[in-house]
């Protein structure tokens, strides 16, 4: 059973009130080691710099959106299995089809609170302790 506050996490929203919110929710759940990232390019280099070892993605972003990021970590041996949530503000049945064939873990409709984002992680990483 993974402990929360051992798992790092990289939080990737162009909106700085998103990773907030994300963050806030997250630390709630325990977790204390959390990177954010406010570009799909700047996740990217955070990725490089950080030992991370789970992503939750807004989709819906300016320069690399959420789905190319998603394709590009997945190319890389480095990275090609960590646990990726996609957070996404539309229930689009297409655009989650989408996400799953490019290797997505798990996704999230916005608005999301504790519970919802609990039930998320876990069904990717394992119980939280």
Known sequence: MPQASKISVLVVDDQQSMRGICKFILNQLGFQKITEAKSGRDALGKLQENKIDLIISDWNMDDIDGLTLLKVIRKHPKTKSMPFIMATGRSDKEQVKE????????YIIKPFDAASMKKKIEAVIGALA
Do not use: T
């Not at 996400?99 to 798990?106: E, F, H, Q, R």
């Open 99 to 106: 996400a799953i064939v490019a290797g997505v873990n798990n």
